[in-house]
């Protein structure tokens, strides 16, 4: 299983952060498997914001619920990250990656990873 | 929200070494709603321990996890010169899943 996330680097303040994770040797339809989203805000520990699978459950962190939304493409076998009105505090480095069994659980494969800097 | 403490933050070792690392949780994960991570520079982390002790795929033996309730281990029996690295637990007990601040294993 291989997951690359992509999108822009640079993103202006109080605009929308969107940024898609392509799956490769395994389907978003399977609906065994998990997929979400987790950042390292610069100079910052890892935070999670939040997961999803085929059968349309979405659980996020509460301190981002209001600004996020998680989302399974599965003709093209992708996951989209949206974060709405962002600010300095969401910049920050963007994984894709599966869950080892459910939507509140561990990562077992990761992306390499993504830089999103907000700045105008 | 669950806070996870790990000790210590910097632990300078040899290789062939035995290295132990500490997870403390704020409160009870009330299961094996543990995790640990390795990561190096420039890499993503990646899962070693899940469900407080079961090794991930491709995992070797010898990195084991224990712990219950709000206190967790980590332990390298013979550090290997790639072990050196940043570790990370991680719990999925409580809402929002949260992450230690990490330990840097570091070469002595």
């Known amino acids: 299983l291989q997951l690359q996330e992509s999108g822009p680097g640079l993103v202006k303040p109080s605009e929308t952060l969107s940024l898609t994770c392509t799956v490769s040797?395994?389907?978003?339809?399977?609906?065994?498997?998990?997929w979400g989203w987790i950042r390292r805000p610069h100079g910052k520990g890892l935070e999670w914001i939040g997961s999803?699978?085929?059968?349309?459950?979405?659980y996020y962190n509460p301190s981002l619920e209001r600004r996020v939304s998680i989302s399974l493409h599965t003709s093209k076998d992708q996951l989209s990250l949206s974060l709405m009105s962002v600010t300095a505090t969401d910049t920050a480095v963007y994984y894709c990656?599966?869950?080892?069994?459910?939507?509140?659980?561990?990562?077992?494969?990761w992306g390499q990873g993504t830089l999103v800097t907000v700045s105008s | 929200e669950i806070v996870l403490t790990q000790s210590p933050g910097t632990l300078s070792l040899s290789p062939g070494e035995r290295a132990t690392l500490s997870c403390r949780a704020s409160?009870?994960?009330?299961?094996?709603?543990l995790a640990w991570y390795q990561q190096k520079p420039g890499q993503a982390p990646r899962l070693l321990i899940y469900?407080?002790?079961s090794r991930a795929t491709g995992i070797p033996d010898r990195f084991s996890g224990s712990g219950s309730g709000t206190d967790f281990t980590l332990t390298i029996s013979r550090l290997e010169p790639e072990d050196f690295a940043v570790y990370y637990c991680?719990?999925?007990?409580?809402?929002?899943?949260?992450f230690g601040g990490g330990t840097k294993v570091e070469i002595k």
């Open positions: 469900g407080v002790s």
């Open positions: 409160q009870s994960l009330g299961g094996n709603y």
């Open positions: 990656v599966h869950l080892l069994g459910g939507l509140r659980a561990s990562a077992n494969y």
């Open positions: 991680q719990q999925f007990g409580g809402s929002p899943l949260t």
């Open positions: 999803t699978y085929y059968g349309g459950v979405t």
């Open positions: 040797g395994g389907s978003v339809r399977d609906r065994s498997s998990y």
